[in-house]
């Protein structure tokens, strides 16, 4: 009898949990029976995901993805007929493995954000049954000193750095929808990247409204299939500019969510702001960018 043999299942699972990788985890499971049984249980989940596979092209990235959708954004075409169905099965074949699953990290090769070089977006975004809220915090590196004119003729650069970051959002809520049908124990799900670009987030509650509309609502499913990512809902979009930075912070809410004005929408944005950036390196950029005026703009839904 070796020293697991002596250890309670309980603290074997509370092993598990911390070490919460699925390859490491799937190789536990060839050491024995028990582990076999026991990995199933584990429900603190890390997936690393090193490419995404569509049903549509086994070479198709995420980024690819999220290009066709922006192409199909800017450029409609009424007569186009239905795109194939782009289910991406990887991540949820993998998981299925799992049982009990509470809470899930996804970790995505790379950001989805083809950028001008010297420029820098970071996002967070919240999601239930679509978009709730999304931060965004973008700057350029190698400024020449004339910022109002940079903000003139960059505020729709600025639009264009958070409709992308948007659009990279519902891709990625759209990507893990499989895997929030079929595992209905799981309270918090994040979706990251390597690069540390963006952050999808949903929470217990977001993840029950999410499952209560898809049983109600499968003509948006179809929807959604056509377009490879989740519908952006009409939002409210309050930009701050630091020229003395060269940084923007852009906060998104989404309308149905209610919209506030003057002093309340603006510690409405800093709590949002702070909770995604504040103790991150970049904190004390956001808390400056926070005293600046704001430019409030809305945006139908897309």
Same mark, same amino acid.
């Given at each position: 009898?070796?020293?697991?043999?002596?250890?309670?299942?309980?603290?074997?699972?509370?092993?598990?949990?911390?070490?919460?990788?699925?390859?490491?985890?799937?190789?536990?499971?060839?050491?024995?029976?028990?582990?076999?049984?026991?990995?199933?249980?584990?429900?603190?989940?890390?997936?690393?995901?090193?490419?995404?596979?569509?049903?549509?092209?086994?070479?198709?990235?995420?980024?690819?993805?999220?290009?066709?959708?922006?192409?199909?954004?800017?450029?409609?075409?009424?007569?186009?007929?239905?795109?194939?169905?782009?289910?991406?099965?990887?991540?949820?074949?993998? &998981?299925?493995?799992?049982? #009990?699953?509470?809470?899930?990290?996804? $970790? /995505?090769?790379?950001? %989805?954000?083809?950028? +001008?070089?010297?420029?820098?977006?970071?996002?967070?975004?919240?999601?239930?049954?679509?978009?709730?809220?999304?931060?965004?915090?973008?700057?350029?590196?190698?400024?020449?000193?004339?910022?109002?004119?940079?903000?003139?003729?960059?505020?729709?650069?600025?639009?264009?750095?958070?409709?992308?970051?948007?659009?990279?959002?519902?891709?990625?809520?759209?990507? &893990?929808?499989?895997?929030? #049908?079929?595992?209905?124990?799981?309270? $918090? /799900?994040?979706?990251? %990247?390597?690069?540390? +670009?963006?952050?999808?987030?949903?929470?217990?509650?977001?993840?029950?409204?999410?499952?209560?509309?898809?049983?109600?609502?499968?003509?948006?499913?179809?929807?959604?299939?056509?377009?490879?990512?989740?519908?952006?809902?009409?939002?409210?979009?309050?930009?701050?500019?630091?020229?003395?930075?060269?940084?923007?912070?852009?906060?998104?809410?989404?309308?149905?969510?209610?919209?506030?004005?003057?002093?309340?929408?603006?510690?409405?944005?800093?709590?949002?702001?702070?909770?995604?950036?504040?103790?991150?390196?970049?904190?004390?950029?956001?808390?400056?960018?926070?005293?600046?005026?704001?430019?409030?703009?809305?945006?139908?839904?897309?």
């Amino acid at each position: 009898m070796d020293g697991f043999d002596q250890l309670p299942d309980s603290l074997i699972l509370l092993i598990f949990n911390s070490v919460s990788d699925v390859k490491s985890l799937i190789r536990c499971r060839s050491v024995s029976k028990r582990f076999n049984s026991l990995v199933r249980e584990t429900d603190s989940i890390l997936l690393k995901i090193d490419r995404v596979i569509s049903s549509e092209s086994d070479s198709d990235s995420l980024f690819l993805t999220l290009l066709k959708s922006f192409f199909n954004f800017i450029l409609p075409k009424p007569t186009q007929s239905p795109l194939p169905n782009r289910t991406h099965t990887y991540p949820a074949q993998i &998981l299925s493995r799992f049982q #009990r699953i509470r809470e899930l990290h996804v $970790e /995505l090769p790379a950001g %989805d954000l083809q950028l +001008e070089k010297g420029t820098v977006v970071k996002w967070r975004a919240e999601f239930g049954e679509t978009l709730k809220t999304c931060v965004i915090f973008g700057f350029r590196l190698g400024h020449d000193g004339n910022y109002e004119t940079e903000f003139a003729g960059g505020l729709k650069r600025r639009v264009m750095w958070t409709i992308s970051a948007l659009m990279a959002a519902s891709v990625r809520h759209f990507l &893990l929808r499989e895997v929030v #049908r079929e595992h209905k124990g799981m309270e $918090e /799900l994040v979706i990251t %990247d390597r690069e540390g +670009e963006g952050e999808v987030v949903m929470e217990e509650r977001g993840l029950r409204e999410w499952r209560e509309a898809r049983e109600s609502h499968v003509r948006v499913e179809e929807e959604e299939e056509e377009r490879g990512r989740t519908v952006v809902p009409s939002v409210r979009m309050r930009m701050r500019h630091e020229p003395r930075l060269g940084a923007t912070l852009v906060v998104v809410r989404a309308v149905k969510d209610g919209t506030h004005n003057g002093r309340e929408a603006d510690v409405e944005d800093a709590d949002l702001a702070v909770r995604a950036f504040g103790n991150g390196v970049y904190g004390d950029a956001v808390r400056e960018l926070l005293k600046a005026r704001s430019y409030l703009l809305e945006m139908n839904s897309f």
